[in-house]
């Protein structure tokens, strides 16, 4: 269930990292440059590569909008580069010119965490590209980071093996001896776990070293018992140092590179090994998987960059024809809206729309009146659910036709955003729809359903920016918008 579909060889010596935004794959190398490629086609961008260290590049990474990309270096530099153009933004320099061995985004865009080889650790402010908070650890190089979910902490693994948490104001939250010999890698899942407290949410993440073994944590943030870090269980199926580890999108899928030379894909819940794949000739130095597709990417010091269409059997079953780009809703069959009908929780009326031979074309027609005088659905909230989602449907089929960039959305109306605002989850809302959900829906995160532990809305200037940038390309969109 795994297909190589494509194969990229345009690096000159090791490729050291790879990364993904819902537009581009990005990747980088020894041989001091950073490459850019079009998920489309893989066509490599006409401004690429981008070259602007002296030395070799050893990470990159999306902003979570897509629009910058970072990239650090021996020459002691962290990159900002806009994505549109290959454009340089800004140098971030390390103060004392360490090689800098990573960097990450926080996932509201506010900050940029880079580790270097003397340990430290800089917390840079985007807006400003100034340092803004600043920590170090004992013993070691930093050469691993990755942000839970929430923006509430993230966690830096050190070539010594101790895996550190870290708060936003730098403070160290808990450090736990992860690996013998060295981290070299670790990655959050985007999906909350189950753990042995029910009052309590645990965050999945993996960890990678250089023992051979990916350790799954479970990692707790809260305010009555403070931080907690417990293994979950250990994978061993490589014979060789384990170099780098990823998540899919859903949680459900872990995917590793080894010295071994192979690339292990790992079912989430049991450690099950499902694929081992030998296509590298040589150490397996990255992997990472693209946000809004069924693929990821493997580099290697063999110079190359695999991409691999994943479709993994567990999921088939989930797979329908309600998960095709919404613009073909208007075609489906009878059988496809009754799938849609029971992935929205609506299976109490699949049997009446069955009755009524109500195809994609009668769904999207359907009103109050015809739910209610035709189809004869009596209880009026269940015919207030059904037609919410179909206004849904509608409005996600205007945006597919419209091209609009998913993380241009407002998670809340999936409208494109005017005035997005950052709120404490770390994710980003039109300003007036937050305010809305703030005063109606209580105090919780409308995309984890967490509590928020504060309701102050920071305007996402960047994003803002981005957004204003694309409209500015989008003269179709401005007419489809004007009365």
Same mark, same amino acid.
């Given at each position: ?97 360490? /090689? #800098?061995?990573? &960097?990450? $985004? @926080? ?5 940029? *965490? +880079? %580790?270097?080889? !003397?340990?430290? =650790? ?118 060789? /140092? #384990?170099?780098? &580890?990823? $998540? @899919? ?5 872990? *995917? +590793? %590179?080894?010295? !071994?030379?192979? =690339? ?220």
């Amino acid at each position: 269930m795994v297909k190589l579909i494509c194969t990229l060889t345009d690096h000159s010596d090791d490729v050291n990292y790879c990364a993904f935004s819902s537009s581009y794959l990005a990747t980088c190398s020894l041989d001091k440059s950073i490459r850019l490629y079009s998920l489309s086609s893989f066509d490599e961008l006409p401004y690429s590569p981008l070259r602007g260290h002296t030395y070799a590049v050893h990470c990159c990474c999306f902003s979570p909008f897509g629009n910058l990309l970072a990239s650090c270096s021996t020459d002691g530099n962290t990159v900002l580069w806009e994505t549109q153009n290959g454009l340089k933004l800004a140098v971030l320099e390390h103060p004392c010119r360490h /090689p #800098v061995r990573i &960097c990450r $985004f @926080s996932p509201n865009s506010t900050y940029l *965490v +880079s %580790g270097a080889a !003397d340990g430290s =650790v800089n917390l840079w402010n985007v807006q400003s590209f100034k340092v803004y908070r600043s920590g170090s650890i004992k013993d070691g190089s930093l050469v691993a980071c990755a942000f839970a979910p929430d923006a509430s902490f993230f966690v830096t693994g050190s070539s010594c093996g101790d895996l550190t948490v870290w708060d936003e104001t730098m403070k160290c939250l808990y450090n736990e001896k992860a690996h013998d010999l060295g981290v070299t890698c670790c990655d959050f899942s985007s999906k909350l776990a189950s753990g042995n407290k029910q009052d309590v949410n645990y965050f999945l993440m993996a960890s990678s070293g250089q023992d051979s073994t990916i350790k799954i944590w479970l990692i707790s943030l809260a305010d009555h018992t403070g931080l907690e870090l417990k293994c979950k269980y250990t994978l061993k199926g490589h014979t060789a /140092p #384990v170099l780098a &580890c990823a $998540f @899919s999108c859903d949680g459900q899928i872990l *995917v +590793s %590179g080894s010295v !071994d030379k192979t =690339v292990m894909i790992f079912e989430t819940n049991t450690g099950n090994i499902l694929h081992i794949l030998t296509q590298h000739t040589r150490y397996v130095t990255t992997c990472a998987f693209a946000p809004d597709m069924p693929l990821f990417a493997t580099g290697s010091m063999d110079k190359s960059v695999n991409i691999w269409q994943f479709e993994p059997k567990q999921h088939l079953k989930e797979r329908s024809a309600i998960e095709e780009p919404k613009i073909f809703a208007e075609s489906w069959s009878e059988e496809e809206v009754s799938s849609w009908l029971c992935t929205h929780g609506l299976q109490d009326v699949v049997e009446i729309f069955k009755r009524n031979n109500i195809d994609g074309k009668e769904l999207l027609n359907l009103t109050k009146e015809s739910l209610a005088d035709d189809l004869k659905i009596e209880s009026l909230g269940l015919r207030s659910k059904v037609l919410r989602n179909i206004e849904e449907l509608r409005t996600e089929m205007k945006t597919a036709c419209l091209g609009i960039p998913d993380e241009f959305l407002c998670p809340i109306t999936r409208e494109l955003m005017r005035e997005p605002v950052i709120a404490a989850d770390g994710y980003s809302y039109e300003k007036e729809a937050m305010e809305k959900w703030i005063t109606e829906k209580r105090h919780s995160s409308p995309m984890t359903n967490l509590p928020l532990q504060r309701l102050i809305l920071t305007p996402n200037r960047t994003l803002k920016m981005a957004i204003n940038r694309w409209l500015e390309t989008q003269p179709k969109y401005n007419e489809k918008q004007s009365p």
